[in-house]
């Protein structure tokens, strides 16, 4: 079966720009989860989705960054007015239930010029 | 101090060597430990996940917890040249509602032919 999709695979874009990523889960996982990855280190945390409600959104990092889930299913990720520190790869992953393993897509490489 | 610690590597063996991974943790509230394995330019995959403390083994993959100890390790018999990737150590305490992932910065692992 399908895995977790995720489009663009990269994004280039200036910065102050608007950027919107998109993640789609893995079918019937009602669990869905946003990280960043900088270079050389692990994930960090950013947002939580079980079913379209987001009831941890400790990670993200300021208030230029939302996401949204629509139909338990699609999530998309939007930084606005995006800085150079916005630099990364952000990974989304589901999983049938918050308690169940995690399974990752391969990312959007985010890159601010 | 990071909530996980794990030495960055890089780790270079011969192939066949057994290869010993570790991460060392410092909140005693995670239960649910986790190892991923991430080629260059994708997500991670996941391998192996346990909850107790104690040994669990699938095929050429062993994941040790010591709780007591609040450290974790992989190994990884009889390594190929294909097990050559970063190999990330994650984990989540139940009492998170979120279950969100707290993970290590990474080990890279370079086996060769």
């Known amino acids: 079966g399908a895995g977790v999709s995720q489009s663009p695979s990269n994004k280039v874009t200036e910065k102050g720009k608007d950027v919107e990523l998109r993640c789609d889960p893995i079918?019937?996982?009602?669990?869905l989860y946003w990280y960043r990855q900088r270079l050389g280190q692990g994930l960090e945390f950013l947002i939580y989705?079980?079913?379209?409600?987001?009831?941890?959104k400790s990670g993200l990092p300021s208030d230029r960054f939302s996401a949204e889930r629509t139909g338990e299913s699609v999530s998309t990720l939007t930084i606005q007015r995006t800085q150079q520190e916005d630099s990364a790869v952000y990974l989304c992953?589901?999983?049938?239930?918050?308690?169940?393993?995690?399974?990752f897509g391969d990312g959007t490489r985010l890159s601010i010029l | 101090q990071k909530e996980v610690e794990q030495d960055p590597g890089p780790l270079s063996v011969p192939e066949g060597a057994i290869v010993s991974l570790n991460c060392t943790y410092s909140?005693?509230?995670?239960?649910?430990f986790m190892w991923y394995r991430q080629y260059s330019r994708k997500g991670p995959e996941l391998l192996m996940y346990?909850?107790?403390?104690g040994n669990k083994e699938d095929g050429r993959f062993t994941a040790q917890v010591d709780k007591s100890s609040k450290y974790i390790s992989l190994f990884i018999r009889d390594s190929q040249p294909s097990d050559s990737a970063t190999y990330l150590c994650?984990?989540?305490?139940?009492?998170?509602?979120?279950?969100?992932?707290?993970f290590g910065s990474g080990t890279r692992l370079l086996v060769r032919p």
């Open positions: 994650a984990m989540t305490s139940l009492m998170d509602s979120s279950y969100k992932l707290i």
């Open positions: 992953a589901s999983s049938k239930d918050g308690n169940q393993p995690q399974h």
């Open positions: 079918s019937g996982h009602t669990a």
């Open positions: 909140n005693s509230a995670f239960q649910y």
């Open positions: 989705f079980q079913g379209n409600s987001a009831p941890d």
């Open positions: 346990t909850y107790s403390s």
